[in-house]
């Protein structure tokens, strides 16, 4: 498949979080069509993203896999190099009419690293397209077994940092999701009132490696970076 220009297109698939079954029809439809699949980290193989999609799409082991390193790290000057190194890299299938796709954890739109790409091939005129994927907080709240929010309730959906660093949380009426709190898990804890709040966190969703906490004073001292906490008014 090309565009009128004649490039390939760029597609940004979620995977979800861990759980293969919760790959969408589509993303699972365009691994199998397209041949060329990108995958962040030094090594394709040993990604989070691959590691959940070759589980419902086991002929991705045989893909041309090409790996997209995203360095973890706050050195704008070694991010902004990485993510045009990236961006270079996917031109490079793009502009020979071949299409590729990015395989992604949880869903493309959402603190993805993909978008960094995204701003930089669409501002050359690439065409890129988004695939939902299953996101880490609604797949925690399913696995916990609550509703993420009801009614007029609102959600508001942070990274761990602002609440990691003891910002205030300022609506109390409201549900938070905060993602990626591994590294913060009691500080994000410490965000809200324990007599106020119900504090869940879900380790790892979807993986084998999974823990379930119903109760912050359940919460280990160190998690996995991919935890997610949902704090609900009582």
């Not at 704008?76 to 031109?91: F, M, N």
């Not at 869940?200 to 993986?207: D, K, L, R, S």
Request: hydrophobic residues 35%.
């Amino acid at each position: 498949m090309m565009n009128d220009m004649q490039k390939g297109i760029v597609y940004g698939v979620g995977v979800g979080t861990g759980d293969p079954e919760l790959m969408t029809l589509k993303a699972v439809r365009l691994i199998r069509e397209n041949h060329v699949i990108a995958v962040p980290g030094k090594s394709a193989e040993d990604s989070r993203a691959y590691k959940i999609a070759v589980q419902s799409v086991p002929e991705l082991a045989n893909k041309e896999l090409v790996s997209i390193e995203m360095p973890m790290t706050k050195d704008i000057k070694k991010l902004t190099k990485a993510h045009q190194s990236g961006a270079d890299l996917i031109k490079s299938y793009l502009d020979k009419g071949i299409n590729v796709v990015y395989l992604t954890i949880g869903d493309p739109t959402v603190y993805c690293s993909f978008s960094y790409l995204q701003h930089i091939l669409e501002k050359d005129n690439y065409v890129v397209e988004l695939v939902s994927g299953v996101a880490s907080f609604c797949a925690a709240a399913a696995r916990l077994g609550i509703p993420l929010c009801e009614g007029e309730e609102k959600l508001h959906i942070l990274p761990s940092a602002p609440c990691g660093n003891n910002v205030t949380v300022n609506d109390d009426s409201a549900v938070y999701a905060i993602l990626k709190t591994g590294r913060d898990l009691n500080n994000v804890k410490s965000c809200f009132s324990q007599s106020y709040y119900n504090i869940y966190a879900v380790e790892n969703i979807g993986t084998k490696n999974e823990r379930i906490f119903r109760n912050s004073e359940e919460f280990p001292e160190k998690s996995d970076y991919f935890t997610t906490i949902i704090a609900r008014k009582k």
